[in-house]
């Protein structure tokens, strides 16, 4: 099973600043076809899950251009170049190479 | 507008069973491998189970297989999870998930239902 380790668990941010999140896999994510499967998931309150990133670096429609992923093989980030209030919920990086797993998630709020 | 609306969710004992069912719409549903994905209170998300689009193949975590089942009806755009033997560990939200025919990710979720194992 490929194990997804992400840092931090929580991260309390100021409005307008920049927010980072780390996703460590415990084996490589890159298909034979060049592409990472690795997304990202934001969990806000009272909400299903929505998907913001897929294969390691492709906005879903309708996210916003300030979310931003990257990364290969067994490194990926999540970056919010400027964190609005609306951002705050659980974030998640998920691994669709090997079925699916998720990392323990990452709690964003504001500070 | 895409929706998916589980239900059939509830407090059950250990050992019972449970039926629970998600109502696709917004999407042709039967193009769609679709996926249950559960979270216990205070944990992280797990995935239970995929089911091809014609419903020909299923495919489950060890956690589950061998109680839990999947299934679907394409006439009716209906994704189905039966669960048998259940134990307190099962608690959880359940989730109805589509599969992207794109390259297998889970893109879109719906609300959840909520099972509660306990006597």
């Known amino acids: 099973e490929i194990v997804l380790t992400q840092s931090p668990l929580s991260l309390p941010v100021t409005p307008g600043e920049p927010a980072s999140i780390s996703c460590k896999s415990s084996q490589s994510v890159l298909h034979t076809n060049g592409l990472n499967y690795l997304d990202w998931l934001l969990h806000k309150p009272g909400q299903s899950p929505q998907v913001l990133i897929y294969l390691g670096s492709n906005r879903a429609s309708g996210v916003p251009d300030r979310f931003s992923g990257t990364g290969s093989g067994t490194d990926f980030t999540l970056k919010i170049s400027r964190v609005e209030a609306e951002d705050v919920g659980v974030y998640y990086c998920m691994q669709s190479l090997q079925w699916y797993t998720f990392g323990q998630g990452t709690k964003l709020e504001i500070q | 507008e895409m929706k998916l609306v589980e239900s059939g969710g509830g407090l059950v004992q250990p050992g019972g069973s449970l039926r629970l069912s998600c109502a696709a719409s917004?999407?042709?549903?039967?193009?769609?491998?679709m996926a249950w994905v559960r979270q216990a209170p205070g944990k992280g998300l797990e995935w239970l189970a995929n089911?091809?689009?014609?419903?020909?193949?299923?495919f489950y975590s060890g956690a589950v297989r061998g109680r839990f089942t999947i299934s679907r009806d394409n006439a009716e755009n209906a994704l189905f999870l039966q669960m048998n033997s259940l134990r307190a560990e099962d608690t959880a939200l359940y989730y109805c998930?589509?599969?992207?025919?794109?390259?297998?990710?889970?893109?879109?979720w719906g609300q959840g239902t909520l099972v509660t194992v306990s006597s």
């Open positions: 998930v589509r599969v992207t025919t794109a390259y297998g990710g889970l893109d879109f």
């Open positions: 917004g999407f042709i549903f039967s193009s769609h491998f």
């Open positions: 089911i091809k689009q014609d419903g020909s193949e299923q």
